[in-house]
């Protein structure tokens, strides 16, 4: 059943952000092999709730009538997506993109041009 227990009122983009020390230290887990941009600091648990979260917001998808409500049903949904790429083969080459590190959240962003005036956009998370 996607039924779920109640939550605490504190929503998924207030959590805590574990990520990113500011004295520069060794921002890896324990064994790490490295970052996979090793030049930019690791994300921190805000910087993937919010990528998490705009994700979800993207995705219509059907609430069946098992489902208590849209937003379990959206975890349950990127749950399954999640299972089926643990099964795909593995990509030797994927790497996080990015021109630029947000220094809130420490997502990687990227500078997309405006077709319509010809400028630079800087397209953030946070």
């Given amino acids: ?6 939550r ?10 574990s990520g990113g020390s500011a004295s ?38 059907v609430v069946g009538p098992t489902c208590c409500c849209a937003w379990h049903a959206s975890v349950q949904e990127m749950q399954s997506m999640l299972v089926k790429f643990e099964n795909y083969e593995c990509a030797k080459d994927f ?3 990015g021109d630029w590190q947000c ?3 420490m997502t990687l962003e990227s ?6 005036i010809g400028l630079d956009e ?4 946070c």
């Fill in 1 to 6: 059943s996607a039924r779920r227990s109640p």
């Fill in 8 to 17: 605490s009122p504190r929503s998924p983009a207030q959590s805590e952000d």
């Fill in 95 to 97: 790497c996080a993109r």
């Fill in 24 to 61: 520069g230290g060794s921002d890896q887990e324990p064994g790490a092999l490295g970052l996979m941009r090793p030049g930019c600091r690791q994300v921190g648990e805000r910087g993937k709730v919010l990528v998490l979260l705009q994700a979800m917001h993207k995705c219509n998808i």
């Fill in 103 to 105: 220094p809130k959240c």
């Fill in 111 to 116: 500078t997309r041009r405006s077709n319509d």
């Fill in 122 to 125: 800087d397209v953030m998370v």
